[in-house]
């Protein structure tokens, strides 16, 4: 049996390394732009939550003349009351906080809110007061008494 050259057909060695090659810097382009996106959608995600916490509250508010000691007070599932990145959302209600240490601060070291924070602590999980820290700048912020949510870094 004689299998000519034009006969045999399929990939050969060479081929099949360009071809990985190729989509290996297909890969390597698209996936940083699929990280940014999936970053993007996860903050979101987080204001979109962050505002529907934010209607709960006041919905508590006015049925109980003050505003809750937890979020575990709204009768909320684990689901609503962990961000996009598995963490808790953090609440404090400032009415029953004594001096300003855990109190969420802007640059000028300033209480960003009146009534109580409401915030995730970002992709990274971790948070310190004055949200200008490096750890605080990916955090999801409630700041102005609700009028602004968003990142901290942009606040």
Request: net charge negative; hydrophobic share 35%.
């Amino acid at each position: 049996m004689n299998i000519t050259r034009e006969k045999a057909s399929g990939f050969t060695l060479i081929e099949l390394i360009i071809a990985t090659a190729v989509l290996g810097i297909l890969v390597s382009i698209a996936y940083p732009s699929y990280l940014a996106y999936k970053e993007k959608v996860d903050n979101a995600i987080a204001i979109t939550e962050l505002q529907n916490l934010i209607s709960k509250i006041e919905i508590y508010n006015a049925l109980h003349n003050g505003f809750p000691e937890s979020l575990n007070q709204l009768n909320l599932s684990n689901d609503q009351l962990n961000d996009p990145w598995g963490n808790p959302y953090s609440y404090l209600n400032l009415s029953t906080v004594r001096g300003n240490g855990q109190v969420r601060k802007d640059r000028n070291l300033k209480p960003i809110n009146g009534a109580y924070d409401l915030y995730s602590k970002g992709k990274n999980g971790t948070s310190v007061s004055p949200i200008n820290a490096t750890p605080s700048q990916d955090d999801i912020i409630v700041a102005n008494d609700g009028s602004y949510i968003g990142l901290a870094s942009e606040y």
